[in-house]
């Protein structure tokens, strides 16, 4: 079983619709969780922490589920410009190599 | 500009010469990462290097990779006698707190092996 799994996609999604991705991590000792977005040929981005009591930024909503071992990331009222991959990254207590999923991509149609 | 700064953009090079990759941390950052990404693959783990040290090297292949982050200047990926199949774009990270904190990424070096 890889480490980080991801739904490569592609999702195509209507503009103004909600669209959510999920996660699996193997590692039940997991401590630190993060999505990034990369646009195309560009450098990963920070697009949120995931807290254990789940945490929202503005159209943004990211969850974890330590029982199940998988967060999630919910994109509502989608726009163009949310088209991008969406990486899943996480790492366990004691080991600092943060790992990348291989990314969902993520389209937004007119 | 604060930011983690890499360089050359764009490097190529001939079969069997060195290739020479340079990372410079944000500010204050003193925990590096080096990552690979193959065309429509996702980013693998190559390395993680603290000031001096190399605390991780898990991913990096066992022939022709080295990396280091001397005390004074960039951290530095260097490939020997490279082959086509090292052309990727390698992504250096750095962050304040290791594992615990987000990355923040360069805009990477794209590696082409002609």
């Known amino acids: 079983r890889k480490e980080v799994e991801q739904d490569p996609g592609p999702f195509n999604v209507p503009e103004g619709a909600t669209v959510a991705f999920n996660c699996t991590y193997s590692n039940s000792a997991s401590q630190s969780f993060f999505w990034y977005r990369q646009d195309c040929r560009k450098e990963p981005k920070l697009l949120m922490s995931v807290y254990s009591s789940g945490n929202e930024d503005g159209r943004f909503t990211a969850q974890l589920n330590r029982a199940s071992q998988y967060i999630s990331l919910l994109i509502r009222d989608s726009k163009l410009s949310d088209s991008a991959t969406y990486l899943c990254v996480v790492n366990h207590f004691g080991n600092e190599k943060l790992t990348f999923g291989t990314g969902t991509r993520l389209t937004i149609i007119p | 500009n604060a930011g983690v700064m890499q360089n050359p953009r764009h490097l190529v090079r001939r079969r069997g010469q060195e290739a020479r990759l340079r990372c410079s941390p944000m500010?204050?950052?003193?925990?590096v990462y080096w990552y690979r990404q193959l065309p429509e693959e996702g980013l693998k783990f190559m390395v993680y290097?603290?000031?001096?040290?190399?605390?991780?090297e898990s991913g990096m292949p066992k022939e022709r990779f080295s990396a280091e982050f001397p005390k004074e200047g960039p951290s530095i990926l260097r490939i020997q006698q490279v082959v086509r199949g090292d052309s990727a774009a390698y992504f250096c990270?750095?962050?304040?707190?290791?594992?615990?904190?987000?990355?923040?990424f360069g805009n990477g070096t794209r590696l082409t092996v002609t």
């Open positions: 500010k204050g950052h003193s925990h």
């Open positions: 990270a750095s962050s304040g707190n290791g594992g615990d904190s987000p990355l923040h």
């Open positions: 290097l603290q000031k001096e040290n190399i605390i991780d």
